[in-house]
């Protein structure tokens, strides 16, 4: 059965629609009201007797009752009860009846509604099957999902359920909301999810902040044998007192000795989710005698039908109203969809996240963006063996295919020919030539590559009329997790850090530099920004939080940006690319136990052989070889100006050795590049580089395949000078860093817009937007810029 959706003014309104749509036989479904008309529901009563033979067939198969929906008008059958519905007795409130009627009826159009939108939209299958693997639960994603855009791509549609989770996804806005004077809180939940040791970790953000003097230790767990001890153990590390109680007439003497200043924290006996004392408990800490505040424990390794139970059952306890939940355990699960899931379902702001048994350094104050991040990262170990597969989910919808409807293509048509002339006149003349298609698959191309969706999001919120409330760290945290997500999603087995360098002028106009880590896959397409370093006049700033009134010079500057990298969670499978370097801070950084790849000059000095030389004198006497399929064949367009097609890519490479007085020798591999012409055989560039990974670890056609692909991404670096010029400087906090991380990661989109072959459709619309034919290097940051304006646009 196909339901439709009417909206009119009015009433009058509404039916006229349904009655030239359906024609005068039509079901009304459902009426009611809704800001600025009315909605009616309505179906064809052609579709009746289909619907019902389905649900016959399925239910013949033994399928649960309220898979489909029957119906019919009065006047052609009675309305029957669904079948799980007891037949109604004497003395049965007819309301009640009526009430669980209607409950089962709209729960059926639900369902309906919900298989339709799954057939008509493909894009929300995919997203669908992909969010229950993460841990997501059906009820949520189907009350999302419903209001998911049509027309977008399946990276787009990916992002806007990343955005939908981060923005209804409840949070404690700051710390300090939390700790204010007089609080008492206490911690509730199952048995073994970690309260005590949270309770521990709580503890000493406390004392660090009011000190142990303002800092009072309860605790009820008098069952598990040594857990009072435990907590006596963690009072006495931070000299705080702690007391044990064990029913609630001691709790109110307890907690009337307390001054009204002091802090309480409460560590309760851990009760299952299924045990009558639950209400006890509840009842025993709201009479107190002073006004608790309860988190509830939330264990991310459980299930989402156990966290779901334990909300609900903590939740109606009979007890003060939960204010909020801590997630333990984030360490040891394979997913963290269900904690977030039943912490929207349940709104239950997420005060903190605990990774681990370290005390007190393993409990995190996270954002909603950092949260969702970190639960939608994938991990290639952890498989979801329990959500359908795509497979699964193509035989499921592959039973029932509903007739065609195009009301959609007709609405998406009118909406074409509304917008297209207000679209073209962005365009110069050519832009005459432009079809809404070409505008539409400009835009897709914005949200199907990594760097160049990043940097609209960035955009996005620079350019934004509201404050920026996201922190620097939060968005270098993100810009990580998207690079681990492409990792396990396309398989690379490295990452290059190409680590540059640009010159930028401060708003008083003073000049100084940018540095910034330019994160490439091994094929050399653009991804994001991991790190930047802003230096002025006015003093040297890192994103990684480090500053100084003096810039460090460039070779420290530069093992500042690799180690921070290095010693990263993410742990990134990276290959750090630069330019130069000596001995000595080569030595420094392969200490770090990285793998780098440094261009260097044809003067630079080595051994060879027991002999000193030069790089340039000893490529010259080394064998070349052509690379029939560089690494870079699929990502650059052009090779110094020339198309990628014209050139052959020649590599040399031998194993030399670096030394220095009272030390071992460096085991380097020297490479040696030449880019040839295949029209005339002339060489067209030369590159020279020296690297820790020999040819055990890398091959050397790799390795000059990402000096080539090094080479051409300097020209980011212009990019990144142009978009700093661009973008206006704001008044919010982190303003000069948030503008360099939008400027760099601008810079790397700007880059793959140029050099991707698949972006030729873009480029040609980015040339119509700014009148320059060709796209020459100076017009793609602000093509692109238009480009962003132009996806605004059709989105709205």
Same mark, same amino acid.
């Given at each position: 059965?196909?339901?439709?959706?009417?909206?009119?003014?009015?009433?009058?309104?509404?039916?006229?629609?349904?009655?030239?749509?359906?024609?005068?036989?039509?079901?009304?479904?459902?009426?009611?009201?809704?800001?600025?008309?009315?909605?009616?529901?309505?179906?064809?009563?052609?579709?009746?007797?289909?619907?019902?033979?389905?649900?016959?067939?399925?239910?013949?198969?033994?399928?649960?009752?309220?898979?489909?929906?029957?119906?019919?008008?009065?006047?052609?059958?009675?309305?029957?009860?669904?079948?799980?519905?007891?037949?109604?007795?004497?003395?049965?409130?007819?309301?009640?009846?009526?009430?669980?009627?209607?409950?089962?009826?709209?729960?059926?159009?639900?369902?309906?509604?919900?298989?339709?939108?799954?057939?008509?939209?493909?894009?929300?299958?995919?997203?669908?099957?992909?969010?229950?693997?993460?841990?997501?639960?059906?009820?949520?994603?189907?009350?999302?999902?419903?209001?998911?855009?049509?027309?977008?791509?399946?990276?787009?549609?990916?992002?806007?359920?990343?955005?939908?989770?981060?923005?209804?996804?409840?949070?404690?806005?700051?710390?300090?909301?939390?700790?204010?004077?007089?609080?008492?809180?206490?911690?509730?939940?199952?048995?073994?999810?970690?309260?005590?040791?949270?309770?521990?970790?709580?503890?000493?953000?406390?004392?660090?902040?009011?000190?142990?003097?303002?800092?009072?230790?309860?605790?009820?767990?008098?069952? %598990?044998? *040594? &857990?009072?001890?435990?907590?006596? #153990?963690?009072? /006495? +590390?931070?000299?705080?007192? @702690?007391?044990?109680? $064990?029913?609630?007439?001691?709790?109110?003497?307890?907690?009337?000795?307390?001054?009204?200043?002091?802090?309480?924290?409460?560590?309760?006996?851990?009760?299952?989710?299924?045990?009558?004392?639950?209400?006890?408990?509840?009842?025993?800490?709201?009479?107190?005698?002073?006004?608790?505040?309860?988190?509830?424990?939330?264990?991310?390794?459980?299930?989402?039908?156990?966290?779901?139970?334990?909300?609900?059952?903590?939740?109606?306890?009979?007890?003060?109203?939960?204010?909020?939940?801590?997630?333990?355990?984030?360490?040891?699960?394979? %997913?963290? *969809? &269900?904690?977030?899931?039943?912490? #929207?379902?349940? /709104? +239950?702001?997420?005060?903190? @996240?605990?990774?681990? $048994?370290?005390?007190?350094?393993?409990?995190?104050?996270?954002?909603?963006?950092?949260?969702?991040?970190?639960?939608?990262?994938?991990?290639?170990?952890?498989?979801?063996?329990?959500?359908?597969?795509?497979?699964?989910?193509?035989?499921?919808?592959?039973?029932?295919?509903?007739?065609?409807?195009?009301?959609?293509?007709?609405?998406?048509?009118?909406?074409?020919?509304?917008?297209?002339?207000?679209?073209?006149?962005?365009?110069?003349?050519?832009?005459?030539?432009?079809?809404?298609?070409?505008?539409?698959?400009?835009?897709?191309?914005?949200?199907?590559?990594?760097?160049?969706?990043?940097?609209?999001?960035?955009?996005?919120?620079?350019?934004?009329?509201?404050?920026?409330?996201?922190?620097?760290?939060?968005?270098?945290?993100?810009?990580?997790?998207?690079?681990?997500?492409?990792?396990?999603?396309?398989?690379?087995?490295?990452?290059?850090?190409?680590?540059?360098?640009?010159?930028?002028?401060?708003?008083?106009?003073?000049?100084?530099?940018?540095?910034?880590?330019?994160?490439?896959?091994?094929?050399?397409?653009?991804?994001?920004?991991?790190?930047?370093?802003?230096?002025?006049?006015?003093?040297?700033?890192?994103?990684?939080?480090?500053?100084?009134?003096?810039?460090?010079?460039?070779?420290?500057?530069?093992?500042?940006?690799?180690?921070?990298?290095?010693?990263?969670?993410?742990?990134?499978?990276?290959?750090?690319?630069?330019?130069?370097?000596?001995?000595?801070?080569?030595?420094?950084?392969?200490?770090?136990?990285?793998?780098?790849?440094?261009?260097?000059?044809?003067?630079?000095?080595?051994?060879?052989?027991?002999?000193?030389?030069?790089?340039?004198?000893?490529?010259?006497?080394?064998?070349?070889?052509?690379?029939?399929?560089?690494?870079?064949?699929?990502?650059?367009?052009?090779?110094?100006?020339?198309?990628?097609?014209?050139?052959?890519?020649?590599?040399?490479?031998?194993?030399?050795?670096?030394?220095?007085?009272?030390?071992?020798?460096?085991?380097?591999?020297?490479?040696?590049?030449?880019?040839?012409?295949?029209?005339?055989?002339?060489?067209?560039?030369?590159?020279?580089?020296?690297?820790?990974?020999?040819?055990?670890?890398?091959?050397?056609?790799?390795?000059?395949?990402?000096?080539?692909?090094?080479?051409?991404?300097?020209?980011?670096?212009?990019?990144?000078?142009?978009?700093?010029?661009?973008?206006?400087?704001?008044?919010?906090?982190?303003?000069?860093?948030?503008?360099?991380?939008?400027?760099?990661?601008?810079?790397?989109?700007?880059?793959?817009?140029?050099?991707?072959?698949?972006?030729?459709?873009?480029?040609?619309?980015?040339?119509?937007?700014?009148?320059?034919?060709?796209?020459?290097?100076?017009?793609?940051?602000?093509?692109?810029?238009?480009?962003?304006?132009?996806?605004?646009?059709?989105?709205?």
């Amino acid at each position: 059965m196909n339901i439709s959706r009417f909206v009119g003014s009015t009433n009058r309104e509404a039916l006229r629609q349904v009655r030239l749509a359906l024609g005068p036989d039509a079901l009304i479904v459902s009426n009611k009201r809704i800001n600025g008309g009315v909605e009616i529901l309505a179906t064809d009563s052609s579709s009746i007797q289909s619907a019902n033979d389905r649900a016959d067939a399925v239910q013949a198969a033994g399928s649960a009752p309220g898979q489909l929906l029957q119906a019919a008008p009065m006047q052609q059958r009675p309305a029957q009860a669904p079948s799980h519905m007891p037949p109604l007795q004497a003395g049965t409130d007819v309301m009640g009846a009526i009430g669980e009627m209607r409950g089962a009826l709209e729960n059926r159009i639900d369902e309906l509604l919900w298989g339709n939108q799954l057939r008509r939209a493909p894009q929300t299958v995919s997203l669908f099957q992909t969010l229950l693997g993460f841990g997501f639960s059906t009820a949520l994603l189907r009350a999302m999902l419903k209001r998911l855009p049509e027309q977008l791509s399946p990276k787009a549609a990916f992002q806007w359920a990343r955005n939908e989770l981060a923005t209804h996804l409840p949070v404690l806005k700051s710390e300090n909301d939390l700790w204010t004077p007089g609080l008492a809180l206490a911690l509730v939940g199952p048995t073994g999810v970690g309260k005590t040791t949270t309770i521990a970790k709580l503890a000493a953000r406390c004392v660090k902040r009011a000190g142990p003097d303002g800092l009072v230790l309860l605790t009820t767990d008098t069952y %598990r044998i *040594g &857990a009072h001890e435990q907590l006596k #153990i963690y009072g /006495q +590390l931070m000299r705080v007192p @702690v007391h044990v109680v $064990q029913n609630a007439t001691e709790l109110r003497q307890v907690m009337q000795g307390i001054r009204p200043d002091q802090t309480i924290l409460i560590d309760n006996v851990g009760i299952s989710q299924r045990d009558r004392y639950i209400p006890e408990q509840a009842a025993m800490l709201a009479g107190s005698g002073r006004q608790v505040s309860r988190l509830l424990v939330l264990n991310a390794s459980s299930h989402g039908d156990t966290l779901d139970e334990v909300a609900r059952t903590y939740s109606n306890d009979g007890g003060s109203p939960l204010k909020g939940c801590i997630i333990t355990k984030v360490d040891e699960a394979s %997913r963290l *969809g &269900a904690a977030l899931d039943t912490a #929207i379902r349940f /709104q +239950l702001p997420i005060h903190y @996240v605990s990774n681990g $048994q370290k005390v007190p350094e393993n409990l995190a104050f996270l954002s909603a963006a950092e949260l969702v991040d970190q639960t939608l990262v994938n991990n290639q170990l952890t498989r979801a063996l329990y959500a359908p597969t795509e497979a699964d989910f193509a035989a499921l919808m592959s039973m029932a295919k509903p007739p065609e409807d195009d009301t959609k293509a007709i609405a998406a048509e009118s909406r074409r020919k509304r917008l297209l002339p207000g679209l073209l006149s962005m365009a110069a003349e050519t832009g005459a030539r432009l079809s809404m298609d070409d505008l539409e698959g400009a835009c897709a191309y914005i949200d199907a590559e990594v760097a160049t969706s990043e940097a609209y999001d960035l955009w996005r919120s620079h350019t934004g009329a509201a404050a920026d409330s996201t922190s620097l760290s939060a968005y270098i945290e993100h810009m990580l997790r998207v690079v681990q997500s492409e990792i396990s999603d396309r398989g690379h087995h490295h990452i290059l850090a190409m680590h540059e360098q640009v010159a930028v002028k401060s708003p008083a106009g003073s000049t100084g530099h940018l540095r910034a880590s330019l994160l490439f896959t091994d094929k050399g397409e653009s991804l994001t920004s991991s790190m930047q370093q802003i230096n002025f006049a006015d003093g040297w700033q890192s994103s990684c939080g480090a500053s100084a009134q003096l810039a460090p010079v460039a070779g420290e500057a530069l093992h500042h940006q690799i180690q921070w990298l290095s010693h990263h969670p993410a742990k990134l499978p990276l290959v750090h690319l630069f330019e130069g370097g000596t001995h000595a801070l080569w030595r420094r950084i392969s200490a770090l136990s990285v793998q780098w790849l440094a261009q260097c000059t044809a003067t630079t000095r080595i051994e060879f052989d027991s002999c000193a030389t030069t790089v340039g004198a000893l490529a010259k006497t080394l064998h070349h070889r052509p690379v029939e399929h560089p690494a870079y064949s699929a990502a650059l367009l052009d090779i110094a100006s020339v198309p990628a097609a014209g050139v052959v890519l020649w590599v040399g490479s031998e194993t030399i050795e670096v030394v220095a007085r009272q030390q071992s020798p460096l085991k380097l591999q020297l490479i040696s590049v030449r880019v040839v012409s295949r029209a005339d055989g002339s060489t067209i560039k030369t590159l020279h580089g020296l690297s820790n990974m020999l040819a055990a670890d890398a091959s050397s056609d790799l390795l000059g395949a990402w000096l080539v692909a090094r080479s051409e991404a300097k020209q980011a670096l212009r990019y990144v000078a142009r978009a700093w010029q661009l973008l206006a400087q704001r008044d919010d906090a982190e303003s000069v860093q948030k503008k360099a991380l939008n400027a760099v990661q601008l810079g790397c989109a700007a880059w793959q817009y140029k050099q991707d072959p698949e972006a030729h459709l873009a480029r040609r619309v980015g040339a119509s937007l700014t009148g320059k034919p060709g796209l020459p290097s100076t017009t793609a940051v602000p093509a692109l810029l238009k480009l962003f304006a132009l996806k605004e646009m059709v989105a709205t």
